[in-house]
């Protein structure tokens, strides 16, 4: 059974607010990432680390920033939410040398 | 651009029957490959895998198949079940892991 978790599960907040999405593991995983998905798209690589102090962007191009001071915790923050911030943001990990993730819950976001 | 696609965004089956969910994939590079199952208000659990010096993996009711040449999987679950109803991603990775946008599969009592 996978541990990792998100919160809040669900949050709304008007635009121009700065807003953390945290997520935890506690299966001492080195890789975290956060991915962003739209109903009925894929999933969109937005952040990644590969362990405490090493974060990457993903591919699509987003205006959060994410930071890895400890193992188990890898927030990200959006600064200023906007409208088009609206989305499902979803956490995972894995360990070194396996592809499997395992997957938070989500956050779903609306900016208004 | 979309390395791996679902082409159908659903797929409905009657209880007993075989589901047989399809995904296509354009990256050669692409070594393993992985099949996630997702139920409303939950992230994705990892399902089943196969790695691509192999064509076919089981585990219990489900079944991935891999034709590289075609550069093609599927997912076979023998018997369905409703409690099988759920949104389906398949995923493929080479160090740099790509989803598809998923099939939504509804087993009928």
């Known amino acids: 059974e996978a541990d990792i978790y998100q919160t809040p599960r669900y949050l709304v907040i008007g635009t121009g607010k700065k807003i953390t999405l945290e997520c935890s593991q506690t299966?001492?995983?080195?890789?975290m990432y956060w991915y962003q998905q739209d109903p009925g798209m894929e999933l969109h690589l937005i952040h990644y680390?590969?362990?405490?102090?090493?974060?990457e962007k993903g591919d699509l191009s987003s205006e959060s920033t994410v930071s890895r001071i400890r193992t188990e915790h890898f927030p990200l923050t959006l600064e200023s939410a906007r409208p088009s911030h609206t989305s499902q943001y979803l956490c995972?990990?894995?360990?070194?040398?396996?592809?499997?993730?395992?997957f938070g819950p989500g956050t779903r976001l609306t900016v208004t | 651009d979309q390395q791996v696609k679902q082409n159908s965004p659903s797929l409905s089956v009657q209880e007993g029957r075989i589901s047989i969910l399809n995904c296509d994939y354009t990256n050669s590079m692409f070594d393993y490959f992985l099949w996630y199952k997702k139920y409303p208000a939950e992230g994705p659990t990892f399902l089943i895998s196969i790695s691509s010096i192999k064509d076919k993996n089981e585990d219990g009711r489900f079944t991935v198949f891999l034709n590289k040449s075609a550069k093609h999987l599927s997912l076979h679950i023998v018997p369905s079940q409703p409690g099988d109803s759920a949104v389906y991603f398949c995923a493929a990775d080479n160090n740099d892991m790509r989803f598809g946008a998923g099939t939504r599969l509804t087993v009928k009592p």
């Open positions: 299966m001492g995983h080195d890789k």
């Open positions: 995972a990990s894995s360990p070194m040398g396996t592809p499997e993730q395992y």
């Open positions: 680390s590969y362990g405490v102090n090493s974060t």
